[in-house]
DNA sequence: CATGGGATTGACT
DNA sequence: GTCAATCCCATGC
């Protein structure tokens, strides 16, 4: 997709983005989970302004914010909204659709549904690292291209976004319905 | 310069 | 269900 795409609100960048297509290092998924963060929520890296760290998510948009979290996982995000206001969507889980025996190779795991049902789980399968932080989404070497005809109708699913502290409330998670290739399922909202 | 806290995962009780 | 691994970076002295 181009720049345009991810020149949007995040929410609306977070929805769109399930049933499109991620590609690096020979292997390619469908994008079945995204998190959106934004810098106005304690929750979003970019809260604390523009530091070092948060320069990529306050820069263009359609650009991969890659990070280290917990020490060992690379954790891949989509920047989004204008320059000058720090979001993104976190690509939380894929179904592969490529270079599946490379992904097994990278994993170490046996079943295909651990290869990239996680956001620390997708990156190692796809051979992601830190170095890609900042690198272009549409001229790659990571690519994100648009919804494949048979995802052009996905249902998407709301729930609370998964693993974060603050700002726990947001509905800002959006998952493919019924996938099988989520972090976790979906928790359906409880009767009042 | 020292400290502390994670947008997680996998191994284990 | 519990818990440690491990490193980047924001913050505070």
Not at 11 to 30: P, S
Not at 31 to 56: K, M, N
Not at 93 to 113: Q, S, W
């Amino acid at each position: 997709m181009r720049r345009a795409f991810y020149a949007r609100p995040v929410l609306e960048v977070a929805r769109d983005l399930v049933g499109c297509v991620v590609e690096h290092g020979g292997c390619a998924g469908v994008i079945v989970e995204t998190e959106a963060y934004h810098d106005s929520e304690p929750a979003c890296h970019a809260f604390v302004g523009l530091t070092p760290r948060t320069s990529t998510l306050f820069g263009p948009p359609g650009v991969a914010y890659v990070y280290r979290s917990y020490g060992i996982h690379a954790l891949l995000n989509a920047v989004s909204e204008p320059a000058g206001i720090g979001a993104a969507v976190l690509i939380r889980a894929l179904e592969p659709v490529a270079g599946v025996d490379a992904m097994f190779a990278r994993r170490g795991v046996v079943r295909v549904e651990d290869l990239c049902s996680g956001p620390g789980k997708l990156t190692q399968a796809l051979g992601i690292e830190l170095t890609h932080n900042g690198t272009s989404l549409a001229s790659g070497p990571i690519v994100f291209s648009p919804r494949p005809a048979a995802w052009r109708g996905v249902q998407v699913s709301v729930d609370r976004r998964v693993g974060i502290t603050k700002a726990v409330e947001l509905p800002w998670r959006f998952c493919a319905a019924d996938s099988r290739f989520l972090s976790r399922r979906v928790r359906v909202a409880r009767a009042a």
